[in-house]
């Protein structure tokens, strides 16, 4: 009788509870085949953007097409590459060269599009070194990295690489205050020694090249994220700051603990005044310039040794400091160039500066104090509008063009968007788990593309198939064209993808470079046909100067190397067909594999150490008779006689 | 005055105009072959002119002769065809000549020109068929690639099936233009004919 008594109510409670796992679920998964169709790309054919993202740890750049997820290419820059050579071959090695000598990792945070009026015109991306404070610029025909270019002066490089409306500059700031220049000194003496700096990098137009223009030598605090102005307050960039307590330990609490910190407004147009002033000072600095060839295929590092540094005491009017809420993260700069947005990580509330109202401030001298001879703007004064109900942990905001914004809660895991000029939230949507950056296809430029948002996360859990202890990284694209943000997708993405830009594909698909010209390659080591290839003894360095087409190797047998030598294979592929690579490995060379695109020439480094006949073979199916493309090398022993002969 | 008036007083312009056609064709690929498979979606193919063979793309012709290796087809070199020296005079001749009949208007002569330049293209579609014939069967014994029975001749005109490889061969523009060049100058000497038999039958 009890048991009768008490099924009635369990069957109600367990249905209750369907209901409810039932409505909890309907966020996390989109369940209509109107998701489906929306990402699906059919076999052979394209997606509407190039998404490039960073590898964060992995230290690299990956492509993925949207709205399909669909990985096309890891793109080496700060990270040794193995299944290419990079990083390893003499051709490459000179990129990872920095003033405390090759460095084969990095954490690579945010991409940045190079821009031409305000819109990404993909000439380049750009992308930040966190550790060892560098940028890269890879070259959008080729998708390779082309120049990487260390910054001194710097404790660490998170606010770079932002881009002003024309690519004029790129800027960076340092992470983390340090005495500059460094000396050794008690951690504790932070208030009076540590300072940071704010670089602008300028960006030659026809070949992109990098130089540090000038350094901004500022307080000690540390500085975070950073956007270029664009439109009315093109000629001024923001940084944001937090610690601006200065302190040297514990910074979860003793940074917590100011009302509000900074973000910097630069006015560089001024900047570039001073320096035609000569009001910059010149810093004995070492650091490095690499830069790639793509003639002679080889990259070339240059030291440098000195860097102009303007101190704001001796340029007036060059910073203002603008009240921010808590520890701000991101600044992001809306389409019209009018409104700043602070992602304060620890406020309850986003605060937008007004770029009007500051001008505005500035003329009336509405200032309520001075940080080290920086005046701080009266907060009534620049802001424009506080958003309420932002969500937990605001960090990034985007732009869809259409007089939205996009902002990304770290704490509640979920997209707010909200309207410029109101400030009223109007929809938010989940993310699964914990966003950080979030993006959409041109969100910092000019002219969004407002029709995707992609949720990057820096927490996977029970999105895919556990893989073990370590789980991939996950981005979700996120339907922006309507009213209501809809989930489109979830799809893993390789290494933790920071921040991201994308790209209309029409921008680049067409400007690809399909090989590299024979005729143009100017590489040292590089032969045109098979008839000048040799081989070449220099004391005990043995140059092969080797050839690669479907399907041999040029010479193939090579005798007359001994224990003690050390060989150098200059592979040029004499290629000049579309996708058709040659690979290159010998056993037991204790580099990495080669992978040498058509008309490319690249060297593998080995030294045998062992007598005997040892095999190489291309590493790439590259054609029917793939396997038959191999050779073998003779090793003699320690100063044989055997003749140096090959063919 | 009625087109057919027309066509009877400007007759010559219309034998004129063939004659600039056929030395037009000098500028222009005269045949074309154009293959495809599946690996080569944006395909390959060749373009042979007057004095030279070329690819379609820039690099199509080494591309083209790294994957004939495999069958064991000779290298398609272009200085190795004589012909690609003689073909620029024996258009350069025709043209002279056709200068010639063009200010002497002599009937005979452009019956000749007519039937010199049927000649020349009877004779050069042979060779074509014969070059074909030559690269698609004298093939490398040591060849990666035997197939038994199978020739890689490419059509004349038209497309074929060879391997993975789909082969269509059609006339370029410069083939197209001696072609409307012989199309006039016959029109002009059939319109000449009627007229001599015209002025017999008013006699």
């Not at chain 1, 820096?458 to 943000?485: F, H, N, V, W």
């Not at chain 1, 290629?575 to 020439?601: N, Y």
Request: with cysteine; hydrophobic share 35%.
């Amino acid at each position: 009788m009890l048991k009768k008594n008490l099924l009635a109510p369990f069957i109600f409670s367990v249905m209750l509870s369907i209901v409810f796992i039932g409505c909890a679920d309907n966020g996390s998964k989109p369940g209509t085949s109107d998701a489906a169709e929306k990402v699906y790309v059919a076999p052979g054919e394209y997606d509407e953007f190039y998404s490039f993202m960073s590898g964060g740890f992995s230290g690299q750049v990956t492509v993925y097409g949207l709205p399909s997820g669909r990985l096309f290419k890891v793109i080496p820059v700060f990270s040794q590459f193995p299944e290419n050579g990079y990083g390893y071959t003499p051709e490459t090695r000179p990129m990872l060269q920095t003033s405390y000598g090759e460095i084969p990792w990095d954490d690579a945070h945010h991409p940045e599009l190079s821009q031409t009026n305000g819109e990404v015109d993909g000439r380049w991306l750009f992308i930040n070194a966190n550790n060892t404070p560098r940028v890269a610029r890879i070259d959008l025909t080729t998708f390779e990295t082309e120049e990487i270019l260390e910054i001194p002066n710097s404790g660490g490089n998170h606010g770079s690489p932002f881009t002003t409306m024309n690519t004029e500059y790129i800027v960076a700031s340092t992470r983390f205050s340090v005495p500059i220049p460094q000396k050794d000194v008690p951690i504790s003496s932070y208030k009076e020694n540590f300072q940071g700096t704010l670089s602008f990098i300028k960006i030659n137009p026809d070949n992109g090249h990098m130089d540090i223009a000038f350094q901004i030598l500022v307080p000690g605090f540390d500085y975070d994220l950073a956007h270029a102005g664009k439109g009315p307050s093109h000629g001024w960039a923001f940084f944001t700051s937090y610690n601006s307590e200065q302190a040297n330990t514990l910074l979860e609490i003793n940074a917590s603990q100011n009302d509000k910190d900074f973000i910097a407004a630069v006015n560089w147009k001024l900047a570039e005044e001073y320096v035609k002033q000569g009001k910059g000072k010149e810093y004995k600095s070492e650091y490095y310039s690499n830069r790639y060839n793509n003639e002679t295929h080889t990259a070339v590092s240059e030291k440098r040794e000195k860097v102009l540094i303007l101190d704001p005491a001796d340029c007036p009017g060059l910073i203002y400091y603008l009240p921010t809420p808590k520890s701000p993260h991101g600044v992001d700069v809306d389409p019209s160039g009018e409104y700043i947005v602070a992602g304060g990580k620890l406020a309850t509330v986003i605060p937008v500066h007004s770029f009007s109202k500051m001008i505005k401030a500035i003329e009336n001298k509405d200032f309520i104090s001075d940080m080290y001879g920086i005046p701080v703007i009266k907060y009534e004064s620049v802001i424009a509008g506080e958003v309420e109900n932002c969500g937990l942990g605001p960090l990034h905001t985007e732009f869809d063009g259409n007089g939205y914004a996009y902002t990304s809660a770290f704490i509640s895991s979920e997209v707010v968007k909200w309207k410029l000029g109101t400030w009223e939230v109007v929809d938010r949507i989940p993310s699964y788990y914990s966003i950080g950056h979030l993006m959409i296809p041109g969100g910092d430029s000019q002219k969004p593309f407002g029709k995707y948002l992609v949720s990057l996360n820096k927490i996977t859990k029970d999105r895919y198939l556990p893989t073990g202890p370590e789980l991939c990284q996950s981005a979700q694209l996120i339907d922006i064209s309507g009213d209501k943000m809809k989930l489109l997708l979830d799809f893993p993405t390789i290494g933790e993808p920071h921040y991201a830009q994308a790209i209309p594909a029409e921008k680049l698909m067409n400007k690809q470079v399909k090989i590299f010209e024979l005729e143009k390659n100017k590489h040292p080591y590089g032969v045109k046909s098979e008839k000048e290839t040799k081989v070449e003894r220099k004391g005990n360095d043995v140059h092969i100067y080797m050839t690669t087409t479907r399907t041999h190797f040029k010479p193939d047998n090579i005798e007359g190397v001994n224990v003690g030598d050390k060989v150098y294979f200059h592979i040029t592929n004499l290629e000049q067909d579309w996708d058709i690579p040659h690979g290159f490995a010998v056993k037991g060379m204790r580099t990495a594999e080669l992978l040498i695109m058509p008309g490319q020439t690249r060297t593998a480094v080995w030294e045998p150490q062992r007598e005997g006949v040892y095999p190489f073979y291309c590493t790439d199916f590259c054609s029917a008779l793939h396997q038959e493309m191999q050779g073998y090398i003779r090793i003699s022993g320690k100063n044989s006689n055997t003749k140096l002969s090959f063919n | 005055m009625n087109l057919s008036e027309i066509i009877l007083k400007k007759n010559y312009l219309l034998f004129g105009i063939g004659v600039m056609m056929l030395a037009a064709s000098y500028f222009f690929p005269i045949w074309t072959i154009d293959l495809n498979a599946p690996q080569y979606p944006e395909g390959m193919g060749l373009r042979i002119w007057a004095d030279e063979i070329r690819g379609a793309g820039e690099h199509d012709l080494n591309n083209l002769n790294k994957l004939n290796h495999y069958i064991g087809m000779k290298e398609i070199d272009p200085d190795a065809i004589p012909e690609l020296k003689i073909i620029p005079f024996i258009i350069l001749f025709m043209v002279l000549f056709g200068a010639v009949v063009f200010i002497t208007k002599n009937k005979k002569l452009l019956l000749a020109w007519n039937i010199i330049l049927i000649l020349f293209l009877l004779i050069g579609l042979y060779d074509f068929y014969m070059w074909e014939y030559d690269y698609g069967h004298d093939l490398n014994p040591n060849a990666p690639i035997k197939v038994p029975g199978m020739a890689y001749q490419p059509p004349l005109i038209g497309s074929k099936q060879l391997l993975n490889i789909n082969a269509v061969s059609l006339p370029g523009i410069g083939g197209i233009l001696i072609f409307l060049s012989l199309a006039s100058a016959s029109f002009s000497y059939g319109v000449e004919y009627i007229k001599s038999k015209r002025v017999k039958n008013v006699k």
